[in-house]
T-cell receptor, first 116, second 113 residues
Framework: GAVVSQHPSRVICKSGTSVKIECRSL??????MFWYRQFPKQSLMLMAT?????????EQGVEKDKFLINHASLTLSTLTVTSAHPEDSSFYIC????????????FGDGTRLSIL | QQQVKQSPQSLIVQKGGISIINCAYE??????FPWYQQFPGKGPALLIA?????SEKKEGRFTISFNKSAKQFSLHIMDSQPGDSATYFC????????????FGKGTTLSVSS
């Protein structure tokens, strides 16, 4: 149980395009999802907290107009990297929190984004 | 400001040995401390977690030791196996499990057979 699915697993696109990454909780409803960014051999850095039906909360230094987050349903959050550039290339990982209190986050398998 | 400091950056252990990874935190408001295991190209998977009200928690070959006064906690992997070779992250958060996590920089563990 508690499976989180991310799609796509890998995407390569040209500079200037926008890329959408989906994060789905497959067998539970997630009122809260988190988006992290991980550079090669680096730690996970929290980008934003996504709450269903409300605006995402972004961490300091994360451009909300650059990284658009939509959490339109209890099982789906999307991250759109707008007008992507090579410096946006990274491993993006989402996680979802079970609705019951005091339950840990469950992570997706990440999306490798490469901008040419 | 790095809120969770992890060491060592990399670790090589012989099969059957004990792997020890250490973390230190600064924010005394943190009260949930999980350890995650990550294989290349995959997301992190929760291994074991602890709260400050206990000094040690054991699950199978994995043990967390927690020192509240020193603001330090460590992961011990007993009888390390080649399959344990992965990157391990400590993390911390405030409040209940499931809130936003602050991760350490990670430790790459290699267990030689």
């Amino acid at each position: 149980g508690a499976v989180v699915s991310q799609h796509p697993s890998r995407v390569i696109c040209k500079s200037g395009t926008s890329v959408k990454i989906e994060c789905r909780s497959l067998d539970f409803q997630a009122t809260t999802m988190f988006w992290y960014r991980q550079f090669p051999k680096q730690s996970l850095m929290l980008m934003a907290t996504s709450n269903e039906g409300s605006k995402a909360t972004y961490e300091q230094g994360v451009e909300k107009d650059k990284f658009l987050i939509n959490h339109a349903s209890l099982t789906l959050s999307t991250l759109t990297v707008t007008s992507a550039h090579p410096e946006d290339s990274s491993f993006y990982i989402c996680s979802a929190k079970l609705p019951m209190s005091n339950q840990p986050q469950h992570f997706g398998d990440g999306t490798r984004l490469s901008i040419l | 400001q790095q809120q969770v400091k992890q060491s060592p950056q990399s670790l090589i252990v012989q099969k059957g040995g004990i792997s020890i990874i250490n973390c230190a935190y600064e924010n005394t408001a943190f009260d949930y401390f999980p350890w995650y295991q990550q294989f290349p190209g995959k997301g992190p998977a929760l291994l074991i977690a602890i709260r400050p009200d206990v000094s040690e928690k054991k699950e199978g070959r994995f043990t967390i030791s927690f020192n509240k006064s020193a603001k330090q906690f460590s992961l011990h992997i007993m009888d390390s196996q080649p399959g344990d070779s992965a990157t391990y992250f400590c993390a911390a958060s405030k409040g209940e499990a499931g809130t936003a996590l602050i991760f350490g920089k990670g430790t790459t563990l290699s267990v030689s057979s």
